[in-house]
């Protein structure tokens, strides 16, 4: 075996014996669902930054990078890990004030309706187990071309490397081993790029040298490569697509229970706010130097066919064995982390929300029935053809459209209704998911600014509005919205107010500095490359020029609405009650 395999092998065999150890401190169904909510900053970043890296960060985006679109991945203000942020402050720390064990049962207690509860754990089975499906083939992919065993083999190997500690320690285990698989692909990824960029002869060399590209005219232009060979005809047309794409995504990352339901693991809210902004930071760094790196890999070779493996030919080809093993030891993690957790959700809600009894069932009785989803997870790999679609169709389309406005809405709508909320997630699921597939069959074809997210995003809002107008609100849902904006004492104390507002302000210094960053590292170099430069000057009329000032408009908001929430909800005078019991318990 080669130091890549060793490495690989290595690093699985090590992720499945910690996070089985993990296991041993399960006693009950709460250490089970929800890490018996005691997890700490550092784990709810690691296993948020996780559950979103896997194959389809390094191997699908990265790809779609090294084909044409550098310039805009990097020159776009990070639109979509937004969500995280607003996402945590108007949902996410709600979720754990509210005690549930899975996402599906807060719908279900908020609305004192099992149907709901039923619902929305069809849909997490059904959208999730797909991406399951599609991490799963993914990771048995790198496993095939890394090791040299078949398709078959791998997918028994990759299937065997997380559902072994998810089955037994369930969230005990995943958050754990999410976070020593973050740390791993996040230090790999950094890693990897500092040699690149130094063997390139640093930033603004590398910039200059991929503005005069002539394999790929166009791409570390703002806009990327456009044209007729393209889906966008014009630079007009990408930008739409990308507004449009990456909002719907900020939305996801917002309230998908891929994403929020990390928050119900949280020591306290203090943690859900601190961890969501980081996360926020950690996702913007991690993603600079993947999607740099992967566009950069043009200056060593630009015709890498299939373009999904452009990490894996520059890990062998381009560093020392020993940090592409590293790096290739990193992408297998992502993976296996974001199976993990999806196995645990879909195992979960399988085991939770979908039975109409309210007696809990027992923790062994749990651990079969997670092992039935993983087995025919494995079934359905070996019958499905792999498809980066169904990643998109399903969890694109379904989380954004459907839960979006419902979850928000449970939240800060006295108004919604049991019955608005239902058939809200319903009507939101049917009208993107049927648009979808249509559009994907070739039948009908929608434009960027109204794709089916939208679609099904203003569908669900309107059925909300109109069922709500038309039915009441009971004194349990009442009751239950009443209590879900009480703070607890303990989350009002003065200390850890002062450290969550000193986080929130790395929000504000972001978006201060980043356009410095960005005009020393790239937009001088593209503009001196291109001969855009205006007797050596910068030529503010160009995007490239004025792209990065949106950082500015959207952190610097941002981080002062956070600054605004934590201040109100914590430490304002309406909380004066629970600060004087905070500071009397401490």
Not at 281 to 310: R, W
Request: charged share 10%; glycine share 8%; aromatic share 12%.
């Amino acid at each position: 075996m080669d130091i890549f395999s060793v490495t690989l092998v290595g690093s699985i065999l090590l992720f499945v014996a910690i996070g089985n150890y993990a296991g041993r401190s399960v006693k009950q169904l709460d250490d089970y669902f929800v890490a018996g909510r005691r997890a700490p900053t550092l784990f709810i970043l690691g296993t948020l930054v996780a559950s979103v890296f896997s194959s389809t960060i390094f191997l699908g985006e990265a790809g779609f990078t090294y084909a044409g679109q550098m310039g805009p991945y990097l020159l776009f203000p990070g639109i979509t890990v937004t969500g995280y942020v607003y996402g945590a402050l108007l949902f996410g720390r709600y979720l754990r004030r509210s005690r549930a064990p899975t996402v599906a049962d807060y719908f279900g207690q908020r609305f004192n309706s099992p149907r709901l509860q039923q619902a929305a754990g069809a849909i997490i089975i059904l959208a999730l187990g797909a991406y399951l499906l599609v991490v799963t083939q993914g990771a048995a992919l790198l496993l095939q071309d890394l090791l040299g065993v078949s398709y078959v083999q791998g997918l028994i190997i990759a299937w065997l490397s997380y559902t072994v500690f998810t089955m037994y320690s369930g969230s005990q285990g995943v958050i754990l081993t999410d976070t020593l698989m973050f740390l791993l692909f996040a230090i790999a990824t950094i890693a990897f790029g500092v040699y690149v960029v130094a063997d390139l002869g640093g930033v603004p060399a590398a910039v200059e040298k991929m503005a005069t590209l002539e394999a790929k005219p166009g791409i570390a232009a703002w806009h990327g490569v456009v044209g007729d060979d393209t889906e966008w005809a014009t630079p007009f047309d990408y930008l739409i697509w990308a507004i449009v794409i990456d909002s719907a995504w900020s939305l996801v990352y917002a309230v998908s229970p891929w994403q929020s339901s990390r928050h119900l693991m949280a020591k306290n809210e203090h943690v859900v706010i601190r961890a969501a902004i980081l996360t926020c930071l950690a996702v913007i760094v991690l993603q600079f130097f993947i999607y740099g790196v992967s566009g950069l890999i043009n200056l060593y070779k630009p015709d890498i066919m299939p373009v999904e493996t452009v990490m894996i030919w520059a890990a062998k080809n381009v560093v020392p064995e020993f940090l592409g093993a590293l790096l290739l030891a990193g992408i297998m993690a992502a993976a296996l982390s974001s199976a993990s957790t999806f196995l645990s959700l879909v195992g979960f809600s399988a085991s939770n929300d979908i039975s109409p009894s309210k007696d809990p069932i027992g923790l062994r009785t749990t651990r079969v029935i997670i092992s039935a989803v993983s087995i025919a997870a494995l079934l359905a790999a070996f019958f499905f053809p792999p498809n980066i679609f169904w990643l998109m169709l399903f969890i694109g389309t379904v989380f954004a459209s459907s839960w979006g406005p419902v979850a928000l809405m449970s939240v800060w709508s006295k108004r919604i209704t049991e019955q608005a909320a239902y058939w809200g997630l319903l009507s939101g699921v049917i009208l993107s998911v049927g648009p979808a597939a249509l559009e994907y069959a070739g039948l009908v074809t929608f434009p960027h600014f109204f794709n089916p997210t939208i679609i099904g995003t203003l569908v669900s809002l309107c059925v909300i509005l109109v069922l709500s107008r038309r039915s009441a609100v009971t004194a349990p849902e009442k009751h239950y919205f009443e209590t879900l904006h009480v703070a607890q004492a303990s989350d009002c104390d003065p200390r850890a107010v002062w450290v969550t507002k000193l986080v929130a302000g790395s929000l504000v210094a972001y978006g201060c500095i980043m356009p410095f960053v960005m005009h020393w590292l790239y937009v001088i170099p593209y503009q001196r490359g291109a001969g855009h430069l205006i007797e050596g000057r910068v030529d503010w009329s160009r995007g490239e020029a004025l792209l990065p000032l949106t950082s500015t408009a959207l952190f610097i908001p941002l981080g002062l609405f956070a600054l605004w929430r934590i201040r109100r909800d914590y430490a304002g005078p309406a909380n004066a009650a629970v600060q004087d019991a905070a500071r009397q318990n401490a």
